[in-house]
């Protein structure tokens, strides 16, 4: 038996494949805690009402101790009245043979209207995490939307490409995911990310005398940073359950802290390390106190600043080919 008030948690296309594992590990308290009762709230569009209320039906049968209320609406005042977790899902996914920059067109309107919603409607301590790509301009675009809130409260989610960077480490080293510190994924949720492990350790060692660089260059580099179009490939569809994973990851450690470890998100830059103040960049940063902070007085090489240049670019153009959109 749980004593707290439930706290509301939006979760947007919650017809759509991520919102069908992302709901049950909300349901389960792995974001905010397993003594937290939670409501949750599943926005979709019209057409995809009825397969949300079905997901809201097994969501019910799973006997969940800690959902104390669902709501299914197609209406975004309501999806976000008094929110205080939104994950911005619902979206295009890709296909074969696209960059998840073509997706902008069709989805950025979307973060339009919801970035509004959120400024009107949702608690003012609101955490926002987009999922939807492209992740780092859908949030860019939320934020701007929602002149009332801090931009610090829209994130975009790099915390997968986080987490496949360290399964790719694990497997050519032996050590566990967890075992390794220090690592960040720069830049943008895109082909042209730099997984970084300049500054990595594992075991207080440093992560490049286990590995060999042509290695670095050649096969991880490429591997974690096309990850998502191999899993498309492969499985026929985009990564879901791997999406969800890193999404209650991300939001569990911006609510509990990351106990002083680096973690990738994508968060408003303060102009550091080249990257143009307010991009939504992939960073190093820790979360402590309820908020994420970049983890500053990095030294980087120019062979670093170069892989970082390029994908800070791509946000730059993605911001120019929105700029209506951006107040
Ligand atoms: P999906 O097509 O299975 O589901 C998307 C759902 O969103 C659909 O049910 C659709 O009806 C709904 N939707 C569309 N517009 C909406 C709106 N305005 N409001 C509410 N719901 C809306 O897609 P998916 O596999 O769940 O992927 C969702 C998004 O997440 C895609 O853009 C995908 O590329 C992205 N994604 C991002 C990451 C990441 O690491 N950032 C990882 C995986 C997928
Ligand atoms: C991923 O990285 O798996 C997602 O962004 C989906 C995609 O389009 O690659």
Do not use: C
Request: hydrophobic content about 45%; aromatic content about 6%.
């Amino acid at each position: 038996m749980t004593a707290a008030n439930p706290v509301k948690i939006t979760v947007t296309g919650a017809a759509g494949n991520i919102a069908y594992s992302l709901l049950w590990r909300i349901a389960n308290g792995d974001v905010y805690g397993k003594d937290q009762p939670v409501e949750l709230a599943l926005l979709e569009i019209e057409s995809a009402l009825d397969g949300a209320k079905g997901v809201a039906m097994e969501l019910l049968d799973s006997a969940f101790p800690l959902v104390r209320k669902i709501t299914v609406t197609a209406d975004p005042k309501e999806a976000f009245d008094g929110t205080k977790a939104a994950f911005l899902v619902g979206a295009m996914p890709r296909t074969k043979g696209m960059e998840r920059a073509d997706l902008l067109n069709a989805n950025a309107k979307i973060f339009t209207e919801q970035g509004r919603a959120i400024n009107d409607y949702a608690a003012r301590d609101v955490r926002v995490l987009v999922v939807g790509n492209p992740a780092n301009t859908n949030a860019l675009i939320a934020a701007n939307n929602a002149p009332d809130l801090n931009p610090s409260q829209f994130n975009g989610m790099m915390r997968l490409d986080h987490n496949r960077a360290l399964a790719q480490l694990a497997g050519k080293t032996g050590h566990n995911t967890d075992e390794f510190t220090r690592f960040v994924v720069w830049g943008n949720h895109s082909a042209s990310q730099f997984p970084d492990v300049a500054f990595a350790e594992v075991d207080g060692r440093p992560v490049a005398d286990l590995i060999d660089d042509r290695w670095y260059a050649e096969d991880f580099i490429p591997t974690v940073a096309n990850r998502g179009a191999e899993i498309i490939e492969v499985r026929g569809k985009s990564s879901a359950a791997s999406a969800a994973s890193a999404a209650v990851d991300h939001m569990h450690d911006w609510i509990h802290g990351s106990d002083g470890q680096w973690r990738t998100a994508a968060i408003p830059s303060d102009g550091s390390y080249g990257i143009d103040e307010g991009l939504i960049a992939g960073l190093p940063t820790i979360a402590k106190d309820g908020t994420w902070e970049i983890v500053h007085g990095l030294e980087l090489t120019e062979a670093q600043k170069e892989r970082i240049e390029a994908s800070v670019q791509e946000l730059r153009d993605e911001r120019a080919a929105v700029a209506d959109l951006l107040k």
